[in-house]
């Protein structure tokens, strides 16, 4: 029987990933791979949006291949590559690009939030389709701030379907869980991520005192309860973290916290979080001082992504009517 495909991508920005990528994305991906088979890419070419300077692109790619083996993806068991190691990635975005409405793409709240920005932010979605739509993937684990890009993906992978004949298989809806978009501390109306960095994001290679310092000083609520709350976003957020962290559900939580303050309950939600990330931090090390293996991981992953997405695009460029050259 062949197993379910799975894929997911993750920008190569930021100082390290941080500990939403891993709530929301990186640990299910790990728990993913036996039942599974996986692809995961680093979203170089879509890193290019914040126009990264290129040795800091170039460095942060390869760490991001540690970063995510340390965090428990398994080469021997899932292919990891880079989304520029494999052109078709941009060609097939061309294809899609055309079959989507200007006004379709301009709804999508990544560009708004954004306030406009470049042709490549406008693009950023229909990538983001045709990397899912290569692989014919049949689930894609993400953060809940990506169900829209899925959405799009979706449609228009049934749209070039009904124009073109059966050639994409549609993704999964979003099947992430509730309460795992984590916000930043210093300001829990926004999520956490890495381009905002700053004090209120805490990155999965963060010094231990660095992740307590962070931790200690997030934005709190007013009132003295431990407990999940509208008028509370950030001791919810603490809440998600440390039940993450510990594998404890909420209302547990809040029950042991009940009639603690916010100081104890804080030094807890750093603690938790540091050993979360201890191994992570520790696997780290070992892999970053082996540069050329990680360049065979991803020369391996590209050798196995290549395949698939040759197939794809040969289909591609019949279905749509692309003269083929000559061989
Ligand atoms: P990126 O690098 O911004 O995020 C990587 C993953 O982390 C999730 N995430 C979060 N989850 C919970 N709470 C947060 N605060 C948080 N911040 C980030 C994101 O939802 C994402 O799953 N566009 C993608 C990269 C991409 C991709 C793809 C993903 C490109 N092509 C194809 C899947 C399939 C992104 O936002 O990456």
Request: proline share 6%.
């Amino acid at each position: 029987m062949t197993r379910p495909r799975v894929l997911s991508g993750i920008r190569p920005t930021g100082e390290s990933f941080q500990l939403g990528n891993y709530v929301g994305a990186v640990r299910h991906w790990a728990a993913m791979q036996d039942e599974n088979e996986c692809f995961f890419f680093l979203a170089d070419l879509h890193a290019l949006t914040e126009t990264p300077q290129p040795d800091a692109l170039r460095r942060r790619t390869r760490e991001s291949v540690a970063e995510l083996l340390a965090m428990g993806v398994d080469p021997a068991r899932s292919t990891v590559f880079a989304q520029s190691h494999i052109p078709e990635h941009p060609e097939l975005a061309w294809v899609l690009g055309c079959l989507t409405g200007f006004g379709e793409a301009s709804r999508m709240t990544q560009f708004k939030e954004k306030g406009g920005g470049t042709v490549g932010l406008f693009y950023y979605p229909v990538l983001q389709a045709a990397d899912i739509l290569m692989y014919q993937a049949n689930a894609v684990p993400i953060g809940e701030d990506q169900r829209q890009h899925l959405e799009l993906t979706r449609d228009v992978a049934a749209r070039f379907n009904g124009r073109y004949g059966e050639t994409f298989t549609l993704p999964g809806a979003y099947a992430g869980k509730p309460g795992e978009r984590i916000k930043d501390l210093q300001d829990p109306a926004r999520k956490m991520s890495k381009t905002i960095g700053g004090s209120g994001t805490v990155w999965v290679l963060d010094e231990p005192a660095v992740v307590t310092k962070k931790v200690k000083s997030a934005v709190t609520d007013t009132g003295r309860e431990v407990r999940v709350s509208d008028d509370k976003p950030g001791i919810t957020n603490l809440l998600t973290i440390l039940s993450v962290a510990t594998g404890k559900a909420v209302p547990e939580l809040e029950a042991a916290y009940a009639g603690k303050g916010y100081g104890d309950f804080k030094a807890d939600v750093a603690e938790a979080v540091v050993e979360m990330f201890a191994a992570t931090r520790a696997r780290y090390v070992e892999l970053i001082a082996d540069p050329a293996y990680l360049d065979e991981v991803l020369a391996a992953g590209a050798a196995t992504a290549g395949a698939v997405a040759r197939t794809t695009m040969t289909t591609v460029r019949e279905r749509i009517g692309l003269l083929a050259p000559k061989p």
